[in-house]
């Protein structure tokens, strides 16, 4: 016992703590404009809107996200399945922290729907499109042109 305390008193002695090597506070601040939204950083759940404080995360990349990241889409593509997946990714942000900052992130819950319907919109007149691109070549065949 007398020999540990002297090695650990030997050891210990000459460390010192560098306090200007520590690493310093690294946040994420997430700000939404409605309240009792989930909230998810790198996928695990953080809390819902509003977040009373800052979130300590490592510096580097992360992504800040109002869905689950267990979306219960199925693999196979299909036109719905993209649709959904296009949703929920209007839902995600990725945000690079670096060491010592605190970064503000803004969900917008409300301009999703916006973004939403316009994706809709894009997609119903993308649809529009192909099927008079379709007649068109039909006709054509049909007159044999």
């Known amino acids: 016992m007398v020999l540990l305390l002297a090695f650990l008193l030997?050891?210990?002695?000459?460390?010192?703590v560098k306090w200007d090597n520590r690493a310093r506070y690294t946040a994420i601040t997430i700000s939404c404009d409605t309240?009792?939204?989930p909230v998810y950083i790198d996928g695990y759940y953080v809390g819902k809107t509003p977040l009373p404080h800052s979130l300590t995360v490592t510096p580097g990349w992360h992504t800040v996200s109002i869905f689950p990241p267990d979306d219960g889409i199925p693999e196979q593509e299909g036109p719905s399945t993209r649709a959904m997946k296009d949703i929920i990714r209007l839902g995600k942000q990725d945000v690079m922290v670096e060491e010592g900052n605190v970064e503000l992130v803004?969900?917008?819950y409300r301009a999703i729907d916006a973004e939403i319907e316009e994706y809709q919109r894009q997609t119903l007149s993308g649809v529009w499109l192909r099927a008079g691109m379709m007649l068109s070549l039909l006709l054509l065949i049909t007159w044999g042109i």
């Open 106 to 108: 803004v969900m917008s």
């Open 10 to 16: 030997v050891n210990l002695s000459g460390q010192t």
């Open 35 to 37: 309240d009792s939204v």
